[in-house]
């Protein structure tokens, strides 16, 4: 079952990432990296930042232990959906209506001029946020029922949209292209919710959407959720902070460190993100049935295997970063300074690769013993550093500096979680013990 289901997701991740790459080849190749593609990349950069909480655990870390726990399943389900649901629309309207405002706040190294550029792209590409919720939503109650393959694959659909959207704008100006772009991620949102409503049908759960009312005050959902959120918001937080430092820097330096955090971010989802999915589940049950040594058993060959995947990963990407970079975006508008630049900031991101994969899976084991609120806290504390490093390498060595904070906050990641799950029994696991 494990090998089975890290197999589908790391199948799903591989396919969204290939489109992904094509995506991002032709956006190099057509928008290059300039003010235009820096203010596609900020505008799509909040809804997806929340994309990647929801879609990454924090949603589902909370939903499904307390749907599982409820006797009145279809009620309380309806209940989160419509509170979120509204929550998330109204947001989005703030957005729209304040479009300027939140562009100065997400660019602050943005001129007045860049701004009135970016703010209706900001305001576009945020309702990407309430879709990505349904199927976030769903997507849980599909995974309860042990399927993945749906949610797995559906961000193909974004990634083909995209490339819909460049190749019919590729001959028009590089701003209506940003347009082009912007709806181009509605559209792959909508065809998400498509796809996870057939599936839902399939699996007969679409009785779930018929709203009824119940109190769901006492259930701990809530408190789950936010340090859920919490603990699984610092990494794309961090990456976010890396955007707005990087606006007061030359021109295409968000650019620069979106790309290398792109070819960063593939190992990291396809060995580290497709093996928590399926891991966590199992930890969980054992930890439940109060079976430890088995769930030691499964974190030993989940570990094991995750390093040398995730070494090899390193070793190749740090020594061919200008032939991947090169590779994969030096065509069009994308020069050969881009990529030298491009590469630099990859081999600092990649250093932090194994830490920020095997703390990954050791977090499972505070999540499995319901300590949410203590992983955030973790999670805060390598936040924290990394802004600290942020501030002090941004001056001395730019975009790549940016990129080796975060590295580093990484391995502090990494020591505070080891420490919480307990560094004899972290030696003993290593050790078989």
Do not use: C
């Not at 955007?243 to 790309?259: D, K, Q």
């Not at 955090?261 to 928590?276: G, H, Y």
């Not at 966590?280 to 995947?309: G, Q, V, Y």
């Amino acid at each position: 079952m494990l090998i089975k289901s890290i197999f589908t997701n790391s199948s799903g991740i591989l396919v969204s990432r290939v489109l992904g790459f094509v995506r991002d080849l032709l956006t190099a190749s057509i928008l290059g990296a300039n003010i235009y593609s820096d203010i596609f990349f900020v505008a799509f950069k909040l809804p997806n930042l929340f994309r990647r909480i929801f879609a990454e655990g924090a949603f589902t870390q909370a939903f499904i232990p307390a749907y599982a726990n409820t006797k009145q399943k279809i009620r309380f389900s309806s209940a989160i959906f419509l509170q979120f649901l509204a929550l998330i629309l109204f947001i989005s309207l703030l957005v729209t209506l304040f479009s300027k405002f939140v562009t100065h706040i997400i660019a602050l190294g943005f001129d007045e001029k860049t701004v009135d550029l970016a703010a209706p792209l900001v305001a576009i590409n945020f309702y990407y946020l309430p879709m990505i919720f349904v199927v976030t939503f769903m997507a849980a109650l599909l995974q309860y029922k042990h399927h993945f393959a749906t949610t797995a694959f559906s961000t193909t659909l974004l990634n083909l949209a995209l490339i819909a959207a460049l190749l019919i704008s590729k001959d028009l100006d590089k701003y209506e292209i940003t347009y082009y772009l912007s709806y181009g991620v509605l559209v792959g949102g909508l065809l998400q919710v498509l796809v996870h409503l057939l599936a839902m049908k399939n699996k007969n759960l679409l009785k779930i959407f018929t709203f009824r009312k119940v109190n769901i005050k006492e259930n701990k959902f809530y408190k789950n959720f936010v340090s859920a959120t919490l603990g699984s918001s610092t990494s794309h937080i961090s990456a976010f902070l890396d955007t707005w430092l990087a606006s007061f820097l030359v021109s295409g330096s968000i650019s620069y460190l979106y790309y290398a955090n792109r070819v960063f971010q593939l190992p990291l989802a396809l060995f580290a993100i497709a093996t928590s999915i399926a891991l966590f589940p199992m930890i969980a049950k054992s930890i439940k049935n109060k079976d430890e040594e088995k769930a030691l058993k499964l974190m030993r060959k989940s570990t094991i295997i995750l390093t040398i995947l995730l070494s090899i990963a390193t070793l190749i990407g740090i020594v061919f970063d200008k032939f991947i970079v090169e590779l994969l975006f030096e065509r069009g508008a994308f020069t050969s300074n881009d990529t030298q630049n491009t590469a630099l900031i990859l081999s600092m991101y990649l250093i932090g690769l194994i830490p920020f994969g095997i703390a990954k899976i050791f977090s499972l084991w505070l999540y499995s013993h319901e300590q949410q609120f203590l992983a955030a806290k973790i999670s805060m504390k390598a936040l924290a550093f990394n802004i600290v490093f942020s501030l002090l390498l941004i001056k001395p060595y730019g975009a790549a500096g940016l990129a080796f904070a975060s590295t580093l906050s990484g391995f502090i990641l990494f020591f505070l979680t080891i420490k919480e799950f307990g560094f004899s029994k972290f030696k003993l696991l290593l050790l078989n013990k």
